[in-house]
């Protein structure tokens, strides 16, 4: 397989120094297979290939020196020899195979390329002709496997498409196209796929890169899966290296930048890529691999950890802040996992201590967002031997930058914030490279994601309507009027509603019919539901387990439903049931990974909304509102590439468009645009302006004296700055309008300090910003007082909810439309036109249209005429809309009426006593005004029904690939319309139309020769 005189001549060229007989040896261990598995030898020899091949001979003093053979220069290319070889004939046990192209690098066979020919007589429209490609390859790896055993990646290709794929990538949905040729901007369309594909991976830079840097082998519970990095995440990878390497430098910033790659793109595995390659590129550098949260902390340490070849070490997860204390303070080296909170001082301390003031220590921040913004300072009470005082306390972001004063940092995440008072290239740096949802979908990485409304109709209790006030002040008597009205608030919201007994029955019945009908009609798979606490979870649980009980099973490794979350003894005894520690949890999440395990169900409440990956989940249940980066990260839990599965579905009960389409416009706006260094300018322009305005509020009051104060001193300095606010007005209104001054202008301080953090400006008036913002909550919480616990409220008011709700109904809004099964891709082009530039073009237009063309489409595959009419009508609609005949409210009026006239077509096929498959051959007949006219709807009924049983007396599944079974059914065809004398000079046309549905109604049902 190899060209054994190219590889010697290599090995003798690239080692000079290695005596010859530990060249040889090195050839040996090359050439000798040390498994039957093709995997495995490929493994090895991987490993070879990229960290060299351990040798040992004597040295000229005696001693055994252990050394390393290099089959690769990977520092200078061009000392490699490169050779493209074409239709090179493999000889292997009896098998004589001739691959289209064999890329050969030091006489290795590094890649193979399979090329396949489009065919001219379809207008190249075959789209399976690549996949003819794909299959070739699999075969050849049965046949001739000593090839594959060298093999870095595969090609295949049909002159229209392109697309790589690796030894292990045995479905094909992991052959995925390679868009760019530099890097920088997508290929013009105008280059074949072919030549992007190969100037984009096989320059010979390129090529040795991602050999050494860009390919894992990653152990799954006992399979082997071998990864090469997409487009997106190798040129990615690339700039964040170099980018942190300038960083990192005497003088640089330390400010790294931000990878947003969209959930689902494999932004973990890019991680693990950067960490590899950045690990060779440093001086023997520290990374510390951050997240903010203990279940992501054990995701993300377990991706790393089956990747560790590629690290080269070994990666350590510090389970306690000691630990955490000791691996940072090493001279070097080390990948370490750990989760932000250990980042915060002992209780003796003031501040967190120095570990490292080393500048090759490189903090990656996983979802850079969240608690990596807490530089703000804040005064905290708590009491010392029985006595109250005040202390100032940071944020976890400070206390790891104090710890870690001269490290780089960088961002990764799939949902960048820059709202109202958090900004990441504010914190991490401008954007190093962004991969968005739509070039996601486009690529094949992941699958779209659709949208169904089916919101609860909810009305009150007819009999509680006039007593739920006076009940709500019996409960809340003792309190007072704010604590209560509060309550009142939180309690009336929909969060309350949406738990009632009666709605979560009636939910739990819609559920199990959605998912059940999905299940048998959509694709199988997994689901997931959401709801707002535990003790919904819980409570639907029971709801749906009393409607399936063959569901439910007590043990972790049996059942179809279970409920995900965490808990302690103290729980409700309700609970105790559900509450799981990590080990079973993770039996769990591995059951409901396996497409094939019978766990069908999980109900979630926090757990698993981000970091959780499983391909097989097609369908989210939402019965809680989420808002922002954390709706982006629940919904991708569905976007991920399995097999047929066509996209994700989010089932919204709660109603989450708003919220959703604001998040996807943030999400689109930014794109990856604009200067973050000018917008940071502007915001502590911003903060020095409001801190000046606090500042005069406190004129005359010497508040800085609370920082050479003893603990004690503090607190009581703290309310008499409150106590001076209060003191400008001298009557009630003006004291209300200084409090509100005061809070106002705090607030707005706090943003923008968040935005202009780190600078030294921020750094400055960061402990005075945390005595203003003590103040303030005195102010916010000067007129509150508790009498009964809230415990004891909230169970009170949410027994009184319950019995106050009644659920009518679960509907689908898009019901009142007449059209069946809709669904809104949320990632179209339509709505993501919409979200883009909100306020947006009418939401009732575009969703009509769309459900419209859907529902044609399917029909158009059933009954031919049926759906040319409706399409039509349809394109008649809009084009008139478009010429601007008519106005949007015009044209939502006609597509409503088209969209009745579907529905109503529904029930022409009852009326008249015939079957959807007659229906469909009466429209053809009756396409002819005057057949219709002549002989009248019995007589076209009569023929219809007779012309099904024609069709199944005599096709056959290759029916329409035989002229004389097609001549055959012409002849009966024909006969019957004279039979019935059906108006002769339309005979010849509704002939073609009936054996066009003829082919419909066979490919759609598959019929056999009866």
Not at 448 to 458: A, D, G, N, Q, T
Request: glycine share 6%; net charge negative.
């Amino acid at each position: 397989m190899i060209l054994p005189r190219r590889f010697r001549a290599a090995i003798d060229k690239l080692n000079p120094k290695i005596p010859a007989g530990a060249r040889e040896e090195a050839i040996k261990k090359v050439l000798r297979e040390e498994s039957q598995d093709l995997v495995h030898n490929n493994r090895a020899f991987h490993n070879m290939l990229v960290n060299g091949v351990d040798v040992e001979y004597q040295g000229r003093d005696g001693e055994t020196v252990y050394d390393k053979v290099w089959l690769f220069d990977f520092a200078e290319p061009a000392e490699n020899e490169f050779l493209a070889v074409n239709q090179f004939t493999i000889a292997e046990d009896g098998n004589n195979r001739r691959p289209d192209i064999i890329l050969y690098v030091n006489g290795l066979p590094l890649v193979v390329v399979e090329l396949k020919r489009p065919d001219e007589e379809n207008g190249f429209a075959d789209d399976e002709i690549i996949w003819d490609a794909y299959k070739q390859l699999r075969t050849y790896k049965k046949e001739i496997p000593g090839l594959f055993r060298y093999n870095a990646f595969l090609l295949i290709s049909d002159g229209q498409d392109a697309r790589v794929g690796t030894l292990t990538s045995n479905n094909r949905e992991w052959f995925v196209p390679w868009k760019t040729i530099d890097g920088e901007k997508a290929a013009d369309f105008k280059i074949p796929p072919m030549e992007v594909l190969l100037r984009g991976m096989c320059s010979q830079e390129i090529l040795l890169d991602l050999i050494r840097h860009f390919i894992v082998f990653e152990d799954d519970r006992g399979k082997v899966i071998k990864k090469l990095a997409r487009y997106h995440q190798y040129h990615a990878v690339n700039r964040a290296v170099e980018k942190t390497k300038f960083a990192c430098m005497p003088g640089g910033d330390r400010k790294c930048g931000v990878v947003w790659h969209t959930q689902g793109s494999g932004k973990s595995l890019s991680m693990v890529f950067y960490t590899g390659k950045l690990a060779l590129e440093l001086d023997n550098p520290t990374i510390v691999v951050l997240t903010d949260r203990n279940d992501l902390d054990g995701q993300l340490f377990d991706n790393f950890a089956r990747c560790s070849e590629i690290l080269r070490q070994q990666p350590v997860q510090a389970e306690t802040r000691a630990r955490l204390r000791e691996l940072l303070s090493v001279a070097s080296g080390g990948i370490v996992f750990t989760t932000i909170q250990k980042f915060s001082p002992e209780d003796e301390e003031d501040r967190f201590p120095i570990l490292s003031e080393r500048r090759n220590i490189v903090v990656i921040a996983d979802e850079a967002h969240r608690s990596q913004y807490g530089f703000d300072a804040k005064f905290r009470e708590r009491e010392v031997e029985g006595e109250k005082i005040a202390e100032i306390s940071y944020g976890f972001a400070k206390h790891m930058r104090d710890a870690l004063p001269n490290a780089s940092f960088i961002g990764f995440t799939g949902t960048p914030i820059e709202l109202n008072d958090r900004s990441t290239p504010a914190v991490f740096g401008d954007y190093i490279d962004v991969y968005d949802i739509e070039q996601a979908v486009n690529d094949g990485v992941t699958v779209k994601i659709f949208y169904e409304s089916r919101l609860s109709k909810l009305d009150l209790v007819k009999e509680a309507r006039e007593t739920l006030d006076t009940d709500f002040s019996k409960i809340t008597g003792d309190w007072d009027s704010y604590e209560a009205e509060k309550l009142k608030s939180r309690w009336s919201r929909l969060e309350a509603v949406v738990g009632s007994k009666d709605n979560l029955r009636k939910l739990a019945a819609d559920i199990v019919f959605h998912f059940e009908e999905r299940l048998e009609k959509a694709m199988e798979g997994k689901g997931m539901i959401v709801c707002m606490t535990r003790q919904t979870c819980v409570d639907l649980y029971n709801e749906i387990t009393a409607l399936r009980p063959e569901w439910h099973d007590n043990d972790d490794l049996k059942g179809q439903i279970k409920v995900i979350m965490t808990g302690s003894a103290a729980d409700d005894e309700m609970l105790q049931p559900h509450i799981r520690n990590k080990g079973r949890r993770m039996k769990i999440r591995d059951r409901m990974q396996d497409p094939d395990d019978p766990l069908k169900l999980v109900i979630v409440c926090d757990m698993w909304l981000t970091g959780f990956d499983a391909p097989c989940l097609h369908t989210m249940y939402f019965l809680k509102w989420l808002q922002g980066h954390n709706l982006m990260q629940a919904i991708a839990r569905v976007n991920r590439v399995f097999r047929d599965k066509p996209g994700g579905l989010i089932v919204d009960y709660v109603g989450l468009l708003y919220d959703l389409k604001s998040a996807m416009a943030n999400y689109t706006r930014n794109g990856g645009r604009g200067n973050p260094a000018d917008y940071k300018e502007k915001a502590i322009a911003l903060m020095l302006e409001k801190y000046e305005i606090v500042q005069n509020l406190f004129y005359g009051f010497d508040y800085m004296r609370v920082f050479s104060a003893s603990p004690k001193e503090k607190l009581t300095i703290v309310r008499e700055g409150a106590d001076f606010i209060l003191s400008h007005g001298r009557t009630e209104d003006e004291r209300t309008q200084e409090k509100k001054r005061l809070i106002q202008h705090v607030t707005e301080l706090s943003k923008a300090f968040a935005l202009s953090v780190p600078h030294p400006e921020a750094e400055r008036i960061r402990d005075e910003l945390a005595y203003f913002q003590a103040v303030r909550a005195i102010l916010v919480k000067l007129e509150r007082r508790h009498a009964k616990s809230k415990y004891e409220m909230n169970s009170a008011i949410k027994e009184l909810v319950s019995k106050s709700i009644a659920t009518e109904e679960i509907i689908d809004i898009f019901d009142v439309v007449g059209v069946k099964k809709p669904e809104i891709s949320i990632l179209s082009e339509e709505f993501l036109a919409e979200v883009r530039d909100l306020p947006q073009k009418n939401l009732a237009y575009e969703v009509l249209k769309k459900l419209l063309y859907d529902e044609i489409k399917t029909r158009s595959r059933k009954n031919l005429i049926q759906g040319r009419s409706f399409a039509e009508m349809l394109e008649r609609a809009i084009n008139e809309y478009k010429s601007r005949g008519i106005d949007t409210l015009q044209v939502i009026e006609e597509l409503l009426e088209l969209a009745r006239k579907i529905s109503e077509a529904d029930k022409r096929g009852e009326g008249l006593g015939l079957s959807d498959e007659e229906i469909a051959f009466y429209d053809a007949l009756a396409d002819n005004e005057s057949a219709l006219e002549i002989l009248g709807n019995e007589t076209l009924r009569l023929m219809a029904a007779e012309l099904v049983k024609i069709i199944r007396q005599n096709a056959g599944v290759d029916w329409t690939l035989r002229k004389n079974i097609q001549a055959k059914i012409k002849v009966s065809v024909k006969r019957l319309l004279k039979k019935y004398g059906y108006p002769p000079d339309k005979q010849k046309l509704a002939a073609e139309n009936i054996l066009k549905q003829a082919e419909l109604l066979c490919r759609d049902v598959g019929v056999s020769a009866a």
